[in-house]
């Protein structure tokens, strides 16, 4: 399986971006897929998962009720909507998938996509 994370960028406190995650080399809707984020020296961090069918997602509580994941099974992508970002929120931000299951740890993922870096001024 193939990630291809891109939409990052830069944007001012209190604004919005969309990020997307284009998936190949399997068939997309046989994978469950999370978001995490990595803050320069700090831990990777679970930021969002999304089950198969779309039917099904789950936040972090530093990110409910701002930030959206969605998927669209035909166009094999997902996407990590962020409404009222945070200087906090600034990371790079990865999707990641596994076939067998969903979780916040990201070791239960197999498959990662390479980051698309997010900058919230202030």
């Known amino acids: 399986v193939q990630l291809q994370a891109s939409g990052g960028g830069l944007v001012q406190a209190g604004g919005s971006l969309r990020l997307s995650c284009a998936a190949s080399?399997?068939?997309?809707?046989?994978?469950?897929m999370g978001w995490f984020r990595q803050a320069p020296e700090k831990e990777r961090e679970f930021v969002g998962f999304?089950?198969?069918?779309?039917?099904?997602?789950y936040y972090a509580d530093s990110v409910k009720g701002r930030f959206t994941i969605s998927r669209d099974n035909v166009k094999n992508t997902v996407y990590l909507q962020m409404n009222s970002l945070k200087p906090e929120d600034t990371a790079v931000y990865y999707c990641?998938?596994?076939?067998?299951?969903?979780?916040?740890?990201?070791?239960?993922?197999?498959?990662w996509g390479q980051g698309t870096l997010v900058t919230v001024s202030s």
């Open positions: 990641a998938a596994d076939s067998q299951r969903l979780g916040v740890s990201a070791r239960f993922y197999d498959y």
């Open positions: 080399g399997r068939t997309f809707s046989t994978l469950y």
């Open positions: 999304i089950n198969r069918n779309g039917g099904s997602t």
